[in-house]
């Protein structure tokens, strides 16, 4: 095991050296050097971000060759075993140990791991300052790139109160808990614990945290005090004169002393009266905490406390030798607090948009807003991407309704339905006129890395930067499911879905549907039994307008119902926001995090350079925005328009590319 420890500290010892090097150079802000910056970072540090499991999900992050794995006190219990699971995909056994709810810190320690684990330095929180660049990896709830941890990029808000939390931009939800928060020379700064409402209300342990509790964080023990302390006397007292308003003299009185406690082996009695402990005066119940705390941190001995008994003063001994074999001091990791370069913050990193603001200007001219008709008075917008020397605009086909629409030069034109691809949530639309702005057509795919920067425009505002989060993945369909609001049941001999309840406020109740109406067709779909409707409803999207036939008595009623979400499943303040409504169910997604409004989705993805890297799908969560990737783009285009009798490709093929 000594050989993989001198193996990190050398590794470590090189990080460090290129980033002094690195951190002169960089007096400047520049997005190409930072981009560099945050992807060694991740190369650095990633190996050590661990997920847990034991009954929940959570993350955390190894902080020693020994198997110290900081996390959350919410989601750790002393003595309960876990699963962690690095990104190589090893398991290892673990255990918690300590758990602060007062600071929502704790620790787990891996079991056997042999030592060959790969850590990361804890660094100093309490040198942070504002603006300063920082990554956070985790394994949120839900979807991701199998063993992966999901990358963010951020910036400090405000630096570290004392015991307090820290304030971040590196956004945050369910399932993150746990999970380290980097500054850009690879030192854990923070350990991520909870959110607001704002998108800006994203808060961490700070490091010194732990490093302030290491020693009782490496016992099993829940505890909850916000200060380091000494272990107690084991009595209970008052000040003397609330014991007796006519007593004469300062002090506590002992009102009783606890079997087999220091006081009791120190020979203190109820009705001792305590004068001085450690040669501090004493009267009151702080006195007496904060002597002890002394001279815990001073680290002696015994310590002499003088008491009044019977009118006699009386000196005793207590020993703190026998309490430091209990609960003795834990060395912290051999590689902590690394010397590193003194911080820097960026103004820049406020409005990182401005930074890309030509490149946004010259990008935006591919995006158009499309309105659609979805019935009933239900007009919705969504953003639609234009090719370039075609009368093509690709958008999201869940938000595109009847008779589109999208304004040109000032005049609103009608847009005509091409193709749907439901697979992938893709709708190709033809405009009147071929479009002398938009994305190219023609070119090849662009290699994307975890944490490369991206950019989204806005044709009515500065557009988004974000980072990628992982590599691709398949997103199954799991939350975009069309929900009715009813309780059904199988209707005599498959004859129909009975609803036996009819839910308030509910997609079916807005409708008009009542209570033992018995559904037999959705769309062109017969409806027999409760298991045809549920498997109807698990493959419509949320927010689609289907037209149901029903039997209600003696009458055939038809009913155009639209369809809502799955409802949230807690009132986590991750559920409180806008999301796209059909947001998972793609072929292949990488997740960016950009706080995109689910109008943005349908639009262009950029790089630095202004290269198309993919097209805007979903914003899946707090977190997370979907994007397909160029690759999906390129087949349902040539699918499309392969389809289509309409010459409309004035450059003749069909690729893509950024303008």
Not at 264 to 285: C, E, H, M, N, T
Not at 386 to 413: C, H, I, M, Y
Request: net charge negative; charged share 25%.
């Amino acid at each position: 095991m000594r050989k993989y420890r001198v193996v990190w500290i050398v590794v470590w010892g090189l990080v460090f050296f290129a980033a002094s090097h690195r951190n002169a150079r960089c007096n400047e802000f520049d997005l190409h050097s930072l981009q560099s910056d945050v992807f060694d970072t991740i190369d650095q540090v990633r190996p050590a971000v661990v997920r847990i499991t034991g009954g929940s999900t959570f993350s955390g992050v190894i902080v020693s060759a020994d198997g110290h794995v900081v996390s959350v006190a919410h989601a750790v219990s002393p003595g309960k075993r876990y699963q962690v699971t690095l990104p190589d995909g090893r398991r290892f056994r673990g255990v918690g140990q300590g758990s602060n709810s007062k600071s929502d810190s704790a620790l787990v320690k891996i079991l056997d791991s042999g030592g060959d684990l790969p850590y990361a330095p804890m660094g100093d929180s309490s040198s942070l300052v504002p603006n300063q660049p920082c990554i956070g990896l985790s394994y949120p709830s839900g979807q991701r790139a199998g063993n992966e941890p999901v990358v963010r990029f951020g910036r400090f808000v405000r630096a570290s109160r004392r015991r307090g939390m820290l304030q971040t931009s590196v956004l945050m939800e369910p399932g993150d808990s746990g999970g380290p928060v980097f500054d850009l020379n690879g030192c854990v700064i923070g350990i991520r614990s909870r959110i607001g409402r704002s998108m800006q209300q994203n808060y961490e342990v700070p490091i010194n945290v732990y490093r302030e509790f290491w020693s009782e964080l490496n016992r099993e023990q829940a505890f909850e005090h916000s200060e380091p302390s000494a272990p107690r006397l084991g009595i209970r007292c008052v000040a003397s004169s609330e014991e007796n308003e006519k007593a004469e003299g300062d002090g506590l009185v002992i009102l009783s002393v606890k079997d087999d406690s220091l006081a009791f082996k120190a020979g203190l009695s109820p009705d001792d009266r305590i004068v001085q402990l450690y040669g501090r005066p004493q009267q009151s119940i702080k006195d007496l905490r904060e002597a002890m705390d002394n001279a815990w941190d001073d680290g002696v001995e015994s310590i002499k406390v003088q008491v009044t008994r019977s009118d006699r003063s009386i000196d005793l001994e207590i020993d703190l030798a026998l309490a430091r074999e209990i609960a003795p001091r834990v060395s912290l990791p051999e590689n902590d607090h690394p010397v590193i370069p003194a911080p820097r913050g960026f103004k820049e990193l406020e409005r990182l948009a401005n930074q890309l603001a030509d490149l946004e200007a010259k990008l935006d001219d591919a995006c158009v807003t499309i309105t659609s008709d979805f019935g009933e008075g239900n007009v919705r917008e969504i953003t639609g991407t234009l090719f370039r020397g075609t009368r093509w605009v690709v958008s999201k086909n869940s938000v595109v309704g009847q008779n589109p629409t999208a304004e040109f030069d000032n005049e609103r034109f009608p847009l005509a339905v091409i193709d749907r691809d439901t697979d992938n949530d893709l709708v190709l639309l033809e405009s009147p006129e071929v479009h002398r702005a938009g994305i190219k057509v023609d070119a090849a795919d662009v290699e994307l890395s975890t944490g490369a920067f991206l950019l989204t425009p806005d044709d009515v505002g500065g557009g988004f930067v974000s980072i990628v989060g992982s590599p691709e993945f398949r997103s199954p369909k799991q939350d975009s499911r069309g929900f009715l609001g009813v309780v059904p049941a199988t209707y005599q001999d498959r004859q129909g879905a009975l609803l036996n309840e009819v839910i308030d406020d509910g997609a079916a109740k807005s409708a008009g549907l009542l209570v033992g109406d018995v559904i037999t067709q959705m769309n062109d779909t017969s409806i027999r039994s409760q298991n045809d409707l549920r498997r109807f409803l698990s493959e419509a999207d949320p927010h689609a307008l289907i037209t149901a036939a029903l039997r209600r008595g003696e009458d055939e009623l038809t009913k155009s119902i639209m369809l809502e979400g799955i409802p949230p499943r807690s009132d986590h303040a991750a559920n409180k926001m806008a999301k796209s409504g059909r947001r998972d169910g793609f072929q292949k997604v990488y997740p960016h995090d950009a706080d995109l409004d689910p109008r943005n989705c349908g639009g262009p993805l950029f790089d630095l350079d202004g290269n198309l890297v993919g097209l805007n799908i979903a914003r899946h969560s707090r977190v997370r925005t979907y994007a397909l990737p160029v690759s999906i783009l390129r087949e349902f285009m040539r699918r499309a328009t392969s389809n289509s009798l309409s010459v409309n490709d004035s450059d003749g093929g069909i690729s893509v590319r950024g303008n």
